[in-house]
């Protein structure tokens, strides 16, 4: 019995998530994935560790809400409300 299946779709995504992890790395923004329900980050890059002054351990243990509660701090240079 001979079994297969048809990877290409799987394969198209991991490539195209792998562009995106190395366009966040290198970029100097800060990039910050998050989880849509509560806003878990899942991933930040080296601006988002240095910006915030977190670990980049840290940063995956905290939420976007975590990091900004409205009106406690002024936005950052280039920081969106």
Do not use: C, W
């Not at 366009?23 to 890059?45: C, K, P, Q």
């Not at 995956?60 to 009106?71: A, M, Q």
Request: hydrophobic content about 35%; aromatic content about 8%.
């Amino acid at each position: 019995m001979v079994f297969s299946r048809d990877i290409t779709e799987s394969k198209k995504a991991e490539e195209t998530l792998q562009r995106y992890r190395l366009m966040a790395r290198h970029t100097r923004d800060i990039v910050l994935f998050m989880r849509y329900d509560d806003g878990l980050i899942l991933e930040a890059n080296t601006a988002a560790v240095e910006a915030y002054g977190y670990t980049h351990e840290q940063l995956k243990s905290l939420t976007i809400h975590d990091l900004r509660e409205t009106g406690t701090r002024p936005l950052a240079p280039g920081e969106m409300a």
